[in-house]
């Protein structure tokens, strides 16, 4: 069983278009991060949530807004698409005092 | 909040050969120092870990050495093969809760020639 998955796992869209990109852990953490992976392979933490409350906001655009309706779960909302967007956002969970597990990742292209 | 650095931001070695990548972090109240791989176009995998009140931790090849007080870690990594080619983020976070943020550094681009 795949421990963090998220969907879809490849995402090619047109400039102003709204997308969702989709994350599930089976693990029983307790929190959930999106993390955005830009060309130079840096790993900018995008947001935490703890038992689907919200913790970390890193000064992301009002455009992205994620929304976790369960502990298991944690979605990311991008609104009105730019071409600075393009990168592979991750998805990770982490239990108290462990390792984080993360996602496959999803290569988001803007066009 | 806490900040990672980490260098060299790319590293070349012949097979065989030893590599070494240094961190550094901000905030003396963090505990909990994993390093992570990440092979093209994969996720990133915890390879190895180090928590504050150890100095040194072993694995096979790969070890990683905390020095707490110069506020620096380092990964070592003997005898390299070419699968070991990837990218290699250090992070650093504070446990005993859960909702710590796990900083990572800028990553280093490994390559291990045949």
């Known amino acids: 069983d795949t421990a963090v998955s998220q969907t879809p796992k490849y995402l090619v869209t047109q400039m102003g278009n709204d997308k969702s990109i989709k994350c599930e852990q089976n693990?029983?953490?307790?929190?959930m991060y999106w993390y955005k992976q830009d060309s130079k392979k840096f790993l900018k933490i995008m947001f935490s949530?703890?038992?689907?409350?919200?913790?970390i906001n890193e000064t992301v655009p009002n455009r992205f807004s994620p929304k976790s309706p369960d502990k298991a779960h944690l979605n990311l909302h991008i609104n009105s698409l730019e071409l600075g967007d393009s990168a592979v956002y991750f998805c990770?969970?982490?239990?108290?005092?462990?390792?984080?597990?993360f996602g496959q990742g999803t290569r988001l292209t803007v066009v | 909040g806490e900040n990672v650095e980490q260098h060299p931001s790319t590293l070349s070695v012949q097979e065989g050969d030893s590599a070494v990548i240094k961190c550094t972090y901000s905030?003396?109240?963090?505990?909990?120092f994993p390093w992570y791989k990440q092979e093209l176009g994969k996720r990133p995998q915890l390879i190895i870990d180090?928590?504050?009140?150890?100095g040194e931790k072993k694995d096979q090849r790969i070890a990683v050495t905390l020095n707490k007080t110069a506020k620096h870690f380092s990964l070592h990594i003997t005898e390299t093969q070419p699968e070991d080619s990837a990218v290699y983020f250090c992070?650093?976070?504070?446990?005993?809760?859960?909702?710590?943020?796990?900083?990572f550094g800028q990553g280093t681009i490994l390559t291990v020639h045949p």
């Open positions: 990770a969970s982490r239990g108290a005092g462990t390792r984080a597990f």
């Open positions: 949530y703890n038992n689907k409350e919200l913790i």
């Open positions: 905030d003396s109240a963090s505990n909990y």
């Open positions: 992070a650093a976070t504070l446990t005993g809760t859960s909702y710590g943020k796990l900083t």
């Open positions: 180090i928590r504050s009140n150890v």
């Open positions: 693990l029983g953490h307790d929190t």
